[in-house]
């Protein structure tokens, strides 16, 4: 089977141009190949550059290989550039080797011209893929950069969110005339909504508490997009494919119907006049040889989820930015920026990858990567009975936000807890030690100077080991630092928490005491 090779001849004879395609047809190659011999057309080819491989002559009337090479080169292209002459010498082919040609052959030994393009065209798919590589280290590092700023951020905003949306709460039910009541509603409404922005900022940097499960997917497919119909509007039209045999995948229920909404609607916007939305699911396998033209993938059974339109499209210079916080191409006051780099994130998270085709005027399709796994579906909704939120225990209580720790000390202490607030993990550690039992349940934040959450809760478990514990967190990262036999114990609870379910949360982690 030959090679397809699309050749630029830079040379004045026809016979000698016709005799190189021929030297690369024996070669193994299926040339397109174009010639030309004039000044204006090398400055035009150069533009272009659309070509696998440029053979030159040197010596040419009007002008030499020399000049050529430099239009070549001055414009950033690194095509390799071979010359085939009767007349260079050796000074003058050290010059073009110089000046960034790859190789000379001589026009009387054409039997070095194809080992010659062998080689240099490898060459050029090695420094590809070089380039390649290097640009996905620097997506990810730029991508890591900004993550860890987004986590920090989302981490100091929901501990203020979580005052607010605590206090609001509490106004709400101790207020008596309707007018106040609305106010405070309005207040937590708001910050609930704040509260789903730092949401996303937490999916893009991949710190956000996970409640994988294993899951199938077209369920959910079918669920969301029943949700989603009145959102898209009726010039929208809605396809879905879903794969019979379709494999299982272990995530968070709540994560994947967030991605699907948000590529959903985001193909919504990219028809404003109508169009045709398809969601595809398949199962696929992703080989080596996908890898190479992928670095980011892993080999392995996957299963895929496809979004795609008819929309307007994306250029190359877009989609290079598409997964950034804060960048979008609506008009202003019509998207957060969020939207993508909350997908990415999250995707990454679940251990996925995500490829992305688009052209202006032609759609996108976005192609989602799953790893799959083998097991019984789990059922989305929980089993669990509700739980009476009331409790006479005592909680220990160590957060060093102390405004966060004051409203959740008094939402406990509402529904009959007694708290004892600590502002941070060395204290809490201290006072734990000084009576072990004094305490039912210990509330830990994740993130406070000195002893973090989980490095308390390590040394109070090896004091207690059937000590009823919650990690409280916007930024899950640390928790990960846990030993299994520590993790399988601790109960996340997500910054900022719904002040109507603390409660009734603590209470279930007290009550799972005996059965563990």
């Keep these: 089977m030959q090679l397809p090779l699309r050749a630029l001849l830079i040379?004045?004879?026809?016979?000698?141009?016709?005799?190189?395609?021929?030297?690369?047809?024996?070669?193994?190659?299926?040339?397109?190949?174009?010639?030309?011999?004039?000044?204006?057309?090398?400055e035009s080819a150069a533009e272009t550059n659309h070509w696998d491989l440029v053979i030159c002559d040197y010596s040419m009337p009007g002008f030499n290989g020399l000049e050529a090479l430099k239009r070549f080169r001055s414009r950033g292209s690194d095509t390799?550039?071979?010359?085939?002459?009767?007349?260079?010498?050796?000074?003058?082919?050290?010059?073009?080797?110089?000046?960034?040609?790859?190789d000379y052959v001589m026009k009387d030994n054409l039997s070095r011209l194809v080992?010659?393009?062998?080689?240099?065209?490898?060459?050029?798919?090695?420094?590809?893929?070089?380039?390649?590589?290097?640009?996905?280290v620097r997506q990810l590092e730029k991508f890591e950069g900004i993550g860890r700023l987004a986590g920090g951020i989302a981490h100091d905003?929901?501990?203020?969110?979580?005052?607010?949306?605590?206090?609001?709460?509490?106004?709400?039910?101790?207020?008596?005339?309707?007018?106040s009541k609305e106010k405070f509603h309005s207040i937590r409404e708001q910050a609930q909504r704040t509260a789903g922005l730092t949401?996303?900022?937490?999916?893009?940097?991949?710190?956000?508490?996970?409640?994988?499960?294993?899951?199938?997917i077209n369920q959910l497919v079918e669920e969301t997009n029943s949700i989603l119909k009145p959102s898209l509007g009726e010039q929208v039209v809605t396809e879905v494919r879903l794969a019979p045999d379709l494999e299982r995948v272990t995530a968070d229920p709540a994560q994947f119907q967030q991605i699907l909404m948000n590529l959903c609607l985001n193909s919504r916007d990219a028809m404003p006049n109508g169009g045709h939305l398809l969601i595809d699911t398949s199962n696929v396998v992703i080989d080596e040889a996908y890898q190479r033209q992928h670095p980011y993938a892993r080999p392995g059974k996957y299963v895929r989820l496809m979004v795609s339109d008819t929309g307007t499209g994306m250029d190359k210079d877009t989609l290079e930015h598409i997964y950034e916080p804060f960048f979008t191409t609506k008009e202003p006051g019509k998207g957060t920026g969020l939207g993508l780099a909350s997908v990415y994130g999250i995707v990454k998270q679940h251990h996925g990858f995500i490829d992305v085709e688009s052209r202006p005027g032609q759609g996108t399709a976005f192609f989602l990567h799953f790893p799959s796994c083998s097991g019984e579906t789990e059922n989305v909704q929980s089993s669990a009975s509700p739980q009476p939120p009331s409790g006479t225990e005592t909680i220990l209580l160590a957060e060093d936000h102390e405004a966060l720790a004051e409203i959740a000390a008094a939402l406990l202490r509402m529904h009959g807890y007694?708290?004892?607030?600590?502002?941070?993990?060395?204290?809490?550690?201290?006072?734990?030690?000084?009576?072990?039992?004094?305490?039912?349940?210990?509330?830990?934040d994740v993130v406070m100077p000195g002893l973090s959450g989980p490095e308390t809760l390590q040394r109070m478990l090896?004091?207690?080991?059937?000590?009823?514990?919650v990690l409280t967190t916007g930024h899950a990262a640390e928790s990960l630092q846990l030993p299994r036999q520590v993790a399988e114990r601790v109960e996340y609870l997500e910054k900022p928490y719904d002040p109507s379910t603390l409660a009734s949360f603590m209470r279930q982690v007290l009550d799972k005491k005996g059965s563990r």
């Design 199 to 216: 949401a996303q900022l937490l999916a893009f940097a991949r710190r956000q508490v996970l409640q994988p499960r294993q899951l199938d």
């Design 80 to 102: 390799p550039f071979i010359f085939v002459s009767g007349t260079i010498g050796e000074d003058a082919a050290v010059t073009a080797l110089r000046q960034g040609a790859q």
């Design 157 to 179: 905003f929901n501990n203020a969110l979580g005052v607010i949306i605590g206090w609001a709460h509490l106004g709400f039910q101790e207020a008596t005339d309707p007018k």
């Design 462 to 469: 090896a004091i207690r080991p059937d000590l009823p514990c």
């Design 418 to 444: 007694t708290v004892v607030p600590t502002p941070s993990g060395d204290e809490a550690l201290r006072l734990f030690k000084a009576d072990p039992n004094r305490f039912d349940a210990v509330m830990l």
């Design 11 to 42: 040379e004045d004879s026809e016979d000698d141009a016709l005799l190189l395609v021929r030297h690369l047809a024996r070669g193994g190659y299926d040339v397109q190949w174009d010639r030309i011999d004039t000044e204006e057309q090398v």
């Design 115 to 136: 080992p010659a393009v062998n080689r240099e065209l490898q060459d050029a798919r090695d420094r590809r893929e070089r380039r390649n590589l290097e640009k996905q």
